[in-house]
């Protein structure tokens, strides 16, 4: 089965553009999150990847980054709620518990939960966009003539992932395929198994690379599609996003606060520093090709 | 192969003299004294048993030993004038390309186009010829419809042909492949065979193809290697190939030459064209068809696997798709069953139902107890000792049905490639019998791959065994009361026709046709035996069958 985060060869604005403009527009996303706090500006991030994976055409990473981002934020506020009893407005006292000591359920620390699970879940999904939809060999090959070795091992790594689970799946199979009476099979001798043969595997697999010539050290060539017509797009929406987030928390846009009482600014910097970020999500859209109306055929008279 | 297309005079796409070659830490040589010449265009088998040292042979050719995998290495390899033994593997590139038996790790990017691109660009080609070159050679091995695809949504055959075309992509002078059909069903390894052909007669690439069944690719070949415990054994025409491997390895000869041979023809030939051709000359016409023998259920007993209306869904990379749709099966005890069709008919699907890890969507599925092994019998083997492994009397009882009580000290990577097999099929069993009885149905999912004749024998005894409920050490009947069905899920029609009562043919998820193996496998061309395609007689499939036929009409 098929990883639903795993690159898909399609065509569209997000899939053909550079991978310096695609990480650079998926980054900038990234980056208002671990820039702000406010709740409202990381919803905005959040909905801005959302968006965009959907217009690139990513909608089972999406969906199933969602899923996970979700979970993880629910898991983070309650942790949080859990572990810190700061906040003045206290909304159930479940007395002592062991390790834990007193615990007192405050809405400050579950609206800080939150923040911090929506910064994960924005972050989570834009990089499954960007697993879902930039080309990992066109990253490589921007990657190689600055880095050949880091460019060597992330061929070879990103090459013996699927290898290694389909392997793993195989080891599961033949586990569960063993008689009743012969040893069972712990996680530990599977994962002692599966280690041993990826050592195999990418031994083979570094024999192809060394094939495919990887170790020559021949002039690079210039790259077929290195640049494409989206590429300004893109830059153009990374920096506007990057400016609008610096300009905004210079301004007081992130305005939030969690202890000793939440405070969540809703002013106009805030809003507009949501309403860009939000926007910043229609990046990917492609306009629909326009069809021309045929010229209506009308039978010919032949003339007499 | 004409003479024209075998370019004499140029330098030799491979000329290899006096090699010998140890492995790091190998206690014997795994090449001794080779020598041997391939003209440029020229087409050349590679035979021999399993680690002969074909492999090895290869390897030296393209640059890997001992630039990749070290060892001690004398004498001479020269690829298309390049010093392979000075030259690493990247820079003798341009001039061979290998293509080895696992597809999977034979592949590192992501999209086919980028996978086949890739060596052109390591090579410093501009993007232009880059692009014309990825179309040329893609259109040359019809895969175009693949360009666009990702490389972890491609089948074993499409794996296959994308990992040559990118050995093929810089137009080197020779080919190497290392048992490429082993993965693939009958239909898609005579294809690859054939198109091996047309890239060796219209672009002259040398080809050195090592494979186990000869009697798909002899007649392509120009000459014969064989490759016998890491010394050339023989080196000539498939003609005399086929002379010296009835006099000194039998293990080595085609089931067409083994029929000519048992009838007592002395010319042996190199294909079914050739057979068909001698057997004319002999007056040896097709007879009217006679009707087949119809081989009966083995009891009348009930079955002890029985499918209706199974369906089953699986995710195939891009979307769910049906892969066993309707099927209708009855397995009774006793039964030796092939279950054939070609890669992704729902084969390995079925079998993987009836031992429950897929679940149907629709039907119904019953069975009495099952013992499955998979394609990979090294996947059963986790521990260092083969008692370990299979604990007790049950484990102990395991053992003895695949007759390996003995080793149960040993470590299981210190067996052979049979032995490790039986006691990976051993630990499947381990439970599910009752006292000496086996389980109702014994299933094996490709078992041959990568056999050579002599263990796929060993296959068939230890079979008719769990079938026939024969001890396999003392050949004495043991004391169960129900044989076990044993079906195996296999490529190889001859395989099938040694082992096989009966063969069910899937196609697309449903049963294309089921009944006698001679029936079966005689009335097709993919799917029937060298024989029946020689002799075109129902129920004639096996070379002792199609020699008593030859005899009678020879008298």
């Not at chain 1, 208002?32 to 919803?43: E, M, S």
């Not at chain 1, 929506?118 to 960007?130: E, G, H, P, Q």
């Not at chain 1, 609008?244 to 106009?268: E, N």
């Not at chain 2, 009774?332 to 092939?338: F, L, Q």
Request: with cysteine.
């Amino acid at each position: 089965m098929r990883s639903p985060f795993a690159y898909k060869p399609q065509r569209g604005p997000l899939q053909d553009a550079s991978p310096g403009a695609a990480v650079a527009y998926l980054g900038a996303i990234v980056v208002v999150a671990f820039l702000y706090l406010n709740p409202l500006v990381l919803l905005a991030a959040g909905a801005a990847a959302t968006m965009a994976g959907i217009l690139a055409g990513a909608r089972a990473a999406v969906r199933s980054a969602l899923k996970m981002a979700l979970s993880l934020a629910l898991l983070i506020a309650v942790v949080n709620a859990l572990v810190t009893s700061r906040g003045e407005t206290v909304v159930a006292r479940l007395g002592e518990w062991p390790l834990f000591g007193r615990v007192d359920i405050t809405l400050e620390a579950i609206v800080a939960g939150i923040s911090y699970g929506l910064l994960a879940a924005a972050t989570i999904v834009a990089f499954a966009v960007y697993s879902a939809c930039v080309d990992p060999d066109r990253v490589l090959r921007a990657l190689r003539p600055l880095a050949g070795r880091s460019a060597l091992t992330a061929t070879l790594v990103s090459r013996l992932v699927p290898v290694a689970a389909a392997d793993a799946g195989r080891l599961r199979d033949a586990a569960a395929l063993r008689g009743p009476a012969a040893a069972p099979v712990g996680k530990a001798p599977l994962a002692r198994r599966l280690l041993a043969g990826s050592l195999d595997r990418a031994v083979d697999v570094a024999a192809t690379l060394e094939l495919r010539g990887y170790s020559l050290d021949a002039p690079r060539a210039r790259n077929r599609r290195s640049h494409s017509r989206y590429d300004r797009r893109f830059y153009a929406v990374a920096a506007l996003v990057l400016a609008t987030a610096i300009a905004g928390k210079i301004l007081g846009a992130d305005d939030f606060q969690s202890y000793p009482t939440v405070a969540i600014g809703f002013g106009p910097a805030t809003l507009a520093v949501t309403a860009i970020v939000t926007l910043s999500g229609l990046a990917p859209f492609r306009r629909a090709m326009k069809r021309r109306p045929l010229p209506s055929r009308r039978p010919e008279v032949a003339r007499v | 192969m004409s003479e024209l297309a075998i370019r004499r005079g140029a330098a030799p796409a491979l000329a290899v003299r006096g090699l010998d070659y140890s492995y790091p830490r190998a206690s014997k040589p795994a090449l001794v004294d080779v020598s041997l010449e391939i003209a440029p265009g020229e087409f050349v088998l590679l035979a021999g048993r399993s680690a002969s040292g074909k492999s090895t042979l290869l390897k030296a050719a393209c640059g890997l030993v001992p630039h990749f995998h070290g060892g001690e290495i004398e004498g001479e390899a020269r690829v298309a004038d390049l010093d392979a033994l000075e030259a690493g593997p990247g820079e003798l590139a341009a001039a061979v390309g290998y293509l080895a038996q696992d597809p999977e790790t034979q592949v590192v990017s992501t999209t086919v186009a980028a996978e086949i691109e890739l060596p052109l660009e390591m090579r410093g080609d501009a993007p232009t010829d880059r692009a014309r070159a990825v179309e040329e050679v893609a259109l040359a091995l019809a895969i175009p419809h693949l360009l666009d695809r990702a490389v972890d949504t491609l089948s074993g055959g499409e794996l296959q042909r994308v990992a040559l075309a990118a050995s093929l992509v810089t137009r080197p002078r020779l080919i190497l492949l290392d048992e490429p059909t082993s993965q693939l069903d009958p239909v898609a390894g005579d294809e690859l065979i054939w198109l091996l052909r047309r890239l060796n007669e219209e672009w002259g690439v040398a080809v050195l193809l090592a494979e186990h069944r000869l009697e798909r690719c002899l007649a392509a070949a120009d000459r014969v290697v064989a490759m016998e415990g890491g010394a050339v054994g023989f080196y000539g025409p498939p003609r005399d190939f086929l002379r010296w491997s009835n006099d000194s390895d039998a293990a080595l000869t085609t089931p067409a030459a083994r029929l000519f041979s048992l009838a007592g023809l002395e010319s042996l030939p190199v294909g079914v064209r050739d057979a068909r051709q001698t057997l004319r000359g002999t007056g040896v016409g097709h007879p009217p068809h006679i009707a087949s023998r119809r081989v009966p259920h083995p009891c009348s007993s009930e079955p002890v696997l029985e499918a209706k209306n199974l369906w089953v869904e699986l995710d195939r990379g891009e979307e769910m798709r049906d892969v066993l749709r309707g099927i209708d099966l009855e397995v009774r005890p006793g039964e030796r069953i092939a279950l054939m069709g070609r890669n992704g008919a729902g084969k390995s699907t079925l079998l993987r139902t009836a031992a429950g890890l897929l679940e149907a969507v629709a039907g119904k599925l019953s069975l009495d107890s099952i013992a499955l092994l998979t394609q990979n019998p090294s996947d059963y083997l986790v521990r260092e000792r083969v008692g370990d492994e299979l604990p007790g009397g049950e484990g102990m009882a395991a053992l003895r049905v695949v007759g390996l009580e003995h080793a149960i000290g040993a470590d299981p990577r210190d067996l052979s490639g049979g032995e490790r097999q039986r006691l990976a099929l051993a630990i499947a069993l381990a439970g599910r019998m009752e006292g000496e009885q086996l389980p109702a149905v014994v299933a094996l999912d490709e078992p041959t791959r990568g056999m050579d004749r002599a263990r796929k024998d060993d296959l068939v005894a230890l079979i008719r065994g769990l079938a026939e409920d024969v001890d396999l050490l003392s050949h004495s009947e043991r004391k169960a009361t129900r044989p076990a069905a044993v079906v195996v899920a296999t490529h190889d029609v001859e395989f099938a026709s040694a082992f096989a009562e009966r063969v069910v043919l899937l196609g697309e998820g449903v049963v294309i046709a089921d009944g006698p193996m001679e029936e079966i496998l005689s009335g097709g061309w993919y799917f029937a035996t060298e024989v029946a395609r020689v002799l075109d007689r129902p129920g004639v499939v096996t070379p002792e069958q199609g020699a008593a036929v030859l005899r009678g009409e020879l008298e």
